[in-house]
């Protein structure tokens, strides 16, 4: 039994060290963007949106400033809340804003439906002369900002100006990684336990996916998040007329429509060099709930598999990445149950030994160094490098606590993907929305009131 799930971990480890020195190879290895001509397309911002009263304005306001040329629909998924009358009032004095209302029982079907929605009423808006290519779809979240600069780096000659090219996907970072404001209706702990939460996912964004993106375009198989994500017109036409709508129903929606893209042939390009930010999420309930249905989603998309393997758009290592992608919520499973079932053998066995323990770890030192370098370095790395990349005026001191932190952290996914295979096991497969940093502060202040 020990020697099978020896070799088992093994396998599993090898894998995952040889995943991480390519992505790391291949991050610092990335070419820089370039910029191209914006306005040689015709941009169309969806933000989808179900209760979103408290960020929807100021995201209008933001977009109509920063990309004037830009028409911004927003999808109300009939929301509780008055999102719909803020959009109402800017569409009012402003024609390039356009609300796209929902309502039960069609709406709060899915993320999916709702930017199929949008896309419907974009066509019906459109003329019928326009040239679809040059019409470039932009999602975007409700609380999101755009660098000003990414519409001009997504136009660029590697980009959409490449006619081979159907989508891109821009960084993502955390906008809220340096606050320090406490909140009224938390303590000190509470408040440190939000701060490094945010930190932790900055880290995670701009470094490890930023890291897999790299591989990827390398690869050709880049993916699609759902914050920051460009697609041509033309293509999400070409995904409709072969699968009856561009977006379908995983709750990993904007991977799922990368798959697509890329199944039709065309490529998707990571533009590193230009940003969407967000707000951290700054609770464990939230981040968990999150991730959840991020699992969800990617265990979810596992029936794409097939088809990846067996296309022809697909070169040997798109395959390889894809099909590590899609298989990793499988392994953290077995490694859920491998690695304590692994720690309790070797301790019995220890025992077992003359002398106990004490003479066992004289010995056997270098196992705790060979699991120091296998399980805590390869998260614990991206601290430094993070200060390398990201933030240079940080010290060498905060970088590794940085790093400590993220290996920590990521401890998370072990809880996330058991959560994600036991909703699927209940067939509950609804899309929970991750409720706003000021929503949150609002609910928690009215309770505290009470």
């Known amino acids: 039994m020990r020697?099978?799930?020896?070799?088992?971990?093994?396998?599993?480890?090898?894998t995952f060290l040889t995943y991480l020195t390519t992505i790391a190879r291949a991050y610092f290895r990335r070419s820089p963007d370039r910029t191209g001509d914006a306005d040689a397309f015709e941009w169309h911002m969806f933000v989808p949106c179900r209760d979103e009263e408290v960020v929807v304005g100021a995201t209008i306001e933001r977009l109509r400033t920063d990309f004037?040329?830009?028409?911004?629909?927003?999808?109300?998924?009939d929301s509780d809340d008055a999102t719909a009358d803020v959009v109402t009032g800017r569409a009012a004095v402003d024609p390039l804003v356009h609300l796209v209302?929902?309502?039960?029982?069609?709406?709060?079907?899915?993320?999916?439906d709702a930017l199929n929605a949008a896309y419907h009423r974009l066509n019906a808006h459109l003329p019928e002369d326009c040239r679809r290519d040059k019409v470039i779809v932009c999602v975007i979240d409700a609380d999101g900002q755009m660098a000003d600069t990414a519409l001009s780096y997504v136009a660029g000659d590697a980009v959409f100006g490449d006619p081979k090219?159907?989508?891109?996907?821009?960084?993502?970072?955390?906008?809220?990684?340096?606050?320090?404001?406490?909140?009224?209706?938390?303590?000190?702990?509470?408040?440190?336990?939000?701060?490094?939460?945010?930190r932790m996912q900055d880290i995670e964004f701009r470094t490890a996916i930023s890291a897999m993106q790299a591989l990827r375009t390398r690869t050709r198989s880049v993916g699609l998040g759902g914050n920051g994500q460009f697609t041509r017109l033309r293509v999400l036409d070409e995904i409709a007329a072969r699968a009856g709508e561009p977006w379908h129903g995983a709750?990993?929606?904007?991977?799922?429509?990368?798959?697509?893209?890329?199944?039709?042939?065309?490529?998707?390009?990571?533009?590193?060099?230009?940003?969407?930010?967000?707000?951290?999420?700054?609770?464990?309930?939230?981040?968990?709930?999150?991730?959840?249905?991020?699992?969800?989603?990617?265990?979810?998309?596992?029936k794409y598999l097939p088809q990846i393997v067996n296309s022809s758009h697909f070169s040997s290592g798109g395959v390889l990445e894809s099909a590590y992608y899609l298989l990793l919520p499988f392994i953290q499973m077995v490694g859920l149950f491998l690695w304590p079932t692994l720690m309790v053998l070797t301790i019995n066995g220890t025992l077992q030994v003359p002398g106990g323990l004490g003479p066992w770890l004289a010995d056997s030192w270098w196992l705790l160094a060979l699991f120091f370098v296998m399980s805590v370095v390869p998260f614990a790395m991206w601290g430094p490098i993070y200060r390398a990349t990201c933030?240079?005026?940080?010290?060498?001191?905060?970088?590794?606590?940085?790093?400590?932190?993220?290996?920590?952290?990521?401890?998370?996914?072990?809880?996330?993907?058991?959560?994600?295979?036991?909703?699927?096991?209940?067939?509950?497969?609804?899309?929970?929305?991750?409720?706003?940093?000021?929503?949150?502060l609002a609910v928690g202040l009215t309770a505290k009131e009470a």
């Open 165 to 198: 090219v159907g989508a891109a996907q821009i960084s993502v970072r955390m906008r809220n990684r340096d606050e320090r404001t406490p909140r009224p209706d938390r303590g000190r702990t509470a408040n440190a336990w939000s701060r490094y939460l945010v």
């Open 68 to 77: 004037p040329q830009a028409h911004v629909w927003v999808i109300d998924d």
């Open 3 to 14: 020697p099978l799930l020896i070799g088992i971990s093994l396998v599993i480890v090898v």
């Open 251 to 302: 709750l990993l929606e904007d991977y799922e429509l990368g798959v697509h893209v890329l199944l039709t042939g065309h490529e998707i390009r990571f533009v590193a060099d230009t940003f969407v930010s967000q707000e951290g999420l700054t609770d464990t309930k939230r981040l968990l709930t999150q991730r959840t249905r991020w699992s969800q989603g990617n265990i979810q998309c596992i």
């Open 101 to 112: 209302q929902r309502r039960r029982p069609n709406a709060r079907t899915g993320k999916g």
């Open 391 to 440: 933030e240079p005026g940080a010290t060498w001191r905060r970088s590794l606590l940085w790093g400590v932190g993220l290996w920590l952290y990521i401890y998370y996914m072990y809880v996330t993907v058991s959560r994600a295979f036991i909703r699927i096991a209940l067939r509950r497969d609804g899309w929970a929305k991750t409720r706003r940093n000021a929503e949150n």
